[in-house]
C-alpha cells in the first residue's frame, strides 16, 4: 500500500498548477472524510428506508453551497424515495450528472473494525436483519462530499452546472428508475454527461479500473411458480408433486447458458431462493423458485426468459400436470436494469486524466463484471446521454498482493467480511472524481 500512495504523492508533485491547486484542496479533507466515512458505516439504512442517510448527504451539500432538493423520486408501487438532487452552476457550459448511492444491505457485519455497524432493521419479507454497507455505499458518498466541496473550492476552474445526484434504493434496482419517474431531468436539466465511481473488492486501495463499452451486466429478476395437485406424502401417486417438478427445472435450466447460448455470450442464470411446503408429509400445491438473470445482450435476454417459460411448460407437460395447474413464469419488469455501458469516447477520454493524477501504472484495465447497476438508466435509452463509471481500489495492496499469490478469494462486495481501506481508497477517489470533473466542465 505505501508503493500506491508514494504513486499517488509522486505524481502530484509533478502535476501542473491547476493540480497543485486540486492536492491543496483535497489534503485537508481528508481527516474528516474519515471520519465521515467511518459514521456512516456505523449508521447503515436499507433500501427505501434512507431517511437519515439522505437527510445527513442533503444538509452537507447545501453547506457545501448547493442548492439542495430532497424526497425526489417515486417507485413504481406509489412510494415516495429519498433521492437527492443538488445543483451548482457555474456559468455557461455543459451540465455534468455526478451519482452516489446510498442503500445498505441486510448483512451482519462480521468484520470486528471498531467502526462495525451493529444496526438492525426490519427485512423485505419481515423479518429482523443485521445491516451493512457491504457494497461502499458508505465510501461513494464519502467521494462525492469530498468532490462536492473540492468543485466548490474551484469554480475559477470549471464552467457549466453540477447535478448531484443522492441515490437511494440501489441495491434494489428502484431507485434510479424512481428518480427518472419523478420527472428528474425535466426538473433540473438533463446532463450532457453522467458519471459515478464504484468501488472495486478486487483492486488494490490508490488505483482506478477503466472499462470501455460493456461494464456490468443487464438484471432481470424472474418469478417462476411451479404449480401441481397436492395430497398426502403417503400417496404421491395421487398427487402431481410440485416439489419434484421444481427440481427437476432447476436441474434443466442449467443448460440454458452451457448448451443454448452461444459461449460468446456472457450469461448467468440462477435460482436464489425456492419457498414450497410447510410439513414433511404434506405434498403442496405450489412452490416458488425466484431467479435472476445476466446478460450483456437485449437479444440473449429476451431467449432466456423465452427457454425458461419453455422449459417450465415442457416439465409440466412430461408430469401429467394438468392445464390448468400449469407454470407460471413471470419477469418483474420493475426489477429489469439493462446493461451499464461505458461510453467508449469518455473511457479514452478520462484514462489520461486519471493517469496524470494517481500515476500511469495506477490506471488497471479491469474485466467486465456479471453484477448489476441501475445507473445505466441514467443514460437512457440508446445511450443517449454518455455515461462512465470507473472502479475504485478499496483493498490493502498486500492483501491483494496475498490473493492472488495463494489463489484464495478476498471477501466480495456484499461480503459480511468486506472491508475497505478507507483514507487511500477516499483520497484517491476524490482525486479522480474532481480531475474528471475538471476536464469535462474545463473553460
Same mark, same amino acid.
Given at each position: 500500500?505505501?508503493?500506491?500512495?508514494?504513486?499517488?504523492?509522486?505524481?502530484?508533485?509533478?502535476?501542473?498548477?491547476?493540480?497543485?491547486?486540486?492536492?491543496?484542496?483535497?489534503?485537508?479533507?481528508?481527516?474528516?472524510?474519515?471520519?465521515?466515512?467511518?459514521?456512516?458505516?456505523?449508521?447503515?439504512?436499507?433500501?427505501?428506508?434512507?431517511?437519515?442517510?439522505?437527510?445527513?448527504?442533503?444538509?452537507?451539500?447545501?453547506?457545501?453551497?448547493?442548492?439542495?432538493?430532497?424526497?425526489? #423520486?417515486?417507485?413504481?408501487?406509489?412510494?415516495?424515495?429519498?433521492?437527492?438532487?443538488?445543483?451548482?452552476?457555474?456559468?455557461?457550459?455543459?451540465?455534468?450528472?455526478?451519482?452516489?448511492?446510498?442503500?445498505?444491505?441486510?448483512?451482519?457485519?462480521?468484520? #470486528?473494525?471498531?467502526?462495525?455497524?451493529?444496526?438492525?432493521?426490519?427485512?423485505?419479507?419481515?423479518?429482523?436483519?443485521?445491516?451493512?454497507?457491504?457494497?461502499?455505499?458508505?465510501?461513494?458518498?464519502?467521494?462525492?462530499?469530498?468532490?462536492?466541496?473540492?468543485?466548490?473550492?474551484?469554480?475559477?476552474?470549471?464552467?457549466?452546472?453540477?447535478?448531484?445526484?443522492?441515490?437511494?434504493?440501489?441495491?434494489?434496482?428502484?431507485?434510479?428508475?424512481?428518480?427518472?419517474?419523478?420527472?428528474?431531468?425535466?426538473?433540473?436539466?438533463?446532463?450532457?454527461?453522467? *458519471?459515478?465511481?464504484?468501488?472495486?473488492? /478486487?483492486?488494490?486501495?490508490?488505483?482506478?479500473?477503466?472499462?470501455?463499452?460493456?461494464?456490468?451486466?443487464?438484471?432481470?429478476?424472474?418469478?417462476?411458480?411451479?404449480?401441481?395437485?397436492?395430497?398426502?406424502?403417503?400417496?404421491? /401417486?395421487?398427487?402431481?408433486?410440485? *416439489?419434484?417438478?421444481?427440481?427437476?427445472?432447476?436441474?434443466?435450466?442449467?443448460?440454458?447458458?452451457?448448451?443454448?447460448?452461444?459461449?460468446?455470450?456472457?450469461?448467468?442464470?440462477?435460482?436464489?431462493?425456492?419457498?414450497?411446503?410447510?410439513?414433511?408429509?404434506?405434498?403442496?400445491?405450489?412452490?416458488?423458485?425466484?431467479?435472476?438473470?445476466?446478460?450483456?445482450?437485449?437479444?440473449?435476454?429476451? /431467449? *432466456?426468459?423465452?427457454?425458461?417459460?419453455?422449459?417450465?411448460?415442457?416439465?409440466?407437460?412430461?408430469?401429467?400436470?394438468?392445464?390448468?395447474?400449469?407454470?407460471?413464469?413471470?419477469?418483474?419488469?420493475?426489477? /429489469?436494469?439493462?446493461?451499464?455501458?461505458?461510453?467508449?469516447?469518455?473511457?479514452?477520454?478520462?484514462?489520461?486524466?486519471?493517469?496524470?493524477?494517481?500515476?500511469?501504472?495506477?490506471?488497471?484495465?479491469?474485466?467486465?463484471?456479471?453484477?448489476?447497476?441501475?445507473?445505466?438508466?441514467?443514460?437512457?435509452?440508446?445511450?443517449?446521454?454518455?455515461?462512465?463509471?470507473?472502479?475504485?481500489?478499496?483493498?490493502?495492496?498486500?492483501?491483494?498482493?496475498?490473493?492472488?499469490?495463494?489463489?484464495?478469494?478476498?471477501?466480495?462486495?456484499?461480503?459480511?467480511?468486506?472491508?475497505?481501506?478507507?483514507?487511500?481508497?477516499?483520497?484517491?477517489?476524490?482525486?479522480?472524481?474532481?480531475?474528471?470533473?475538471?476536464?469535462?466542465?474545463?473553460?
Amino acid at each position: 500500500m505505501r508503493f500506491a500512495l508514494a504513486a499517488v504523492s509522486a505524481c502530484l508533485l509533478v502535476s501542473s498548477g491547476r493540480g497543485q491547486d486540486l492536492e491543496a484542496v483535497v489534503r485537508p479533507q481528508i481527516p474528516g472524510l474519515v471520519a465521515t466515512y467511518e459514521d456512516l458505516h456505523r449508521h447503515p439504512e436499507l433500501s427505501r428506508h434512507e431517511e437519515k442517510t439522505s437527510a445527513f448527504l442533503a444538509g452537507e451539500l447545501r453547506r457545501a453551497g448547493y442548492e439542495v432538493t430532497e424526497h425526489v #423520486g417515486k417507485y413504481a408501487d406509489g412510494g415516495a424515495a429519498y433521492g437527492i438532487v443538488a445543483v451548482m452552476q457555474n456559468g455557461s457550459g455543459p451540465t455534468l450528472l455526478l451519482r452516489t448511492d446510498m442503500d445498505a444491505l441486510p448483512v451482519t457485519e462480521q468484520t #470486528g473494525l471498531p467502526y462495525a455497524s451493529a444496526a438492525r432493521a426490519m427485512g423485505e419479507h419481515g423479518q429482523e436483519v443485521g445491516v451493512m454497507h457491504a457494497c461502499g455505499h458508505d465510501i461513494h458518498m464519502t467521494v462525492m462530499l469530498g468532490v462536492a466541496r473540492s468543485l466548490a473550492q474551484l469554480k475559477n476552474d470549471w464552467h457549466g452546472t453540477l447535478l448531484l445526484i443522492g441515490q437511494p434504493a440501489e441495491e434494489r434496482v428502484a431507485g434510479a428508475r424512481a428518480m427518472l419517474a419523478d420527472h428528474l431531468y425535466e426538473r433540473f436539466g438533463r446532463p450532457n454527461y453522467a *458519471i459515478a465511481l464504484h468501488d472495486d473488492s /478486487n483492486l488494490a486501495a490508490g488505483t482506478v479500473g477503466v472499462v470501455s463499452g460493456p461494464l456490468l451486466s443487464s438484471s432481470t429478476s424472474v418469478d417462476v411458480w411451479i404449480r401441481g395437485v397436492g395430497g398426502h406424502g403417503a400417496y404421491p /401417486n395421487a398427487t402431481k408433486d410440485p *416439489i419434484v417438478a421444481a427440481a427437476q427445472y432447476i436441474l434443466a435450466i442449467q443448460t440454458i447458458v452451457s448448451r443454448q447460448t452461444s459461449p460468446l455470450d456472457p450469461a448467468v442464470v440462477t435460482v436464489g431462493d425456492i419457498h414450497g411446503g410447510s410439513k414433511r408429509n404434506v405434498i403442496p400445491d405450489e412452490v416458488k423458485l425466484e431467479l435472476t438473470v445476466r446478460t450483456y445482450s437485449e437479444q440473449v435476454r429476451e /431467449n *432466456i426468459l423465452s427457454d425458461l417459460s419453455r422449459t417450465a411448460r415442457g416439465i409440466a407437460l412430461a408430469g401429467g400436470i394438468p392445464e390448468d395447474r400449469s407454470p407460471i413464469v413471470k419477469a418483474i419488469e420493475a426489477e /429489469n436494469v439493462p446493461a451499464t455501458y461505458n461510453d467508449p469516447g469518455l473511457a479514452s477520454r478520462l484514462r489520461p486524466v486519471f493517469a496524470q493524477w494517481i500515476g500511469k501504472e495506477n490506471v488497471l484495465s479491469p474485466r467486465p463484471g456479471m453484477a448489476s447497476e441501475d445507473f445505466g438508466l441514467f443514460g437512457l435509452d440508446n445511450h443517449e446521454i454518455p455515461i462512465f463509471m470507473p472502479r475504485l481500489g478499496a483493498v490493502a495492496l498486500e492483501k491483494v498482493a496475498e490473493s492472488r499469490r495463494t489463489g484464495q478469494p478476498l471477501p466480495s462486495l456484499h461480503s459480511s467480511l468486506f472491508a475497505p481501506l478507507p483514507e487511500p481508497t477516499i483520497r484517491t477517489g476524490v482525486l479522480a472524481m474532481t480531475a474528471a470533473a475538471l476536464n469535462l466542465l474545463k473553460p
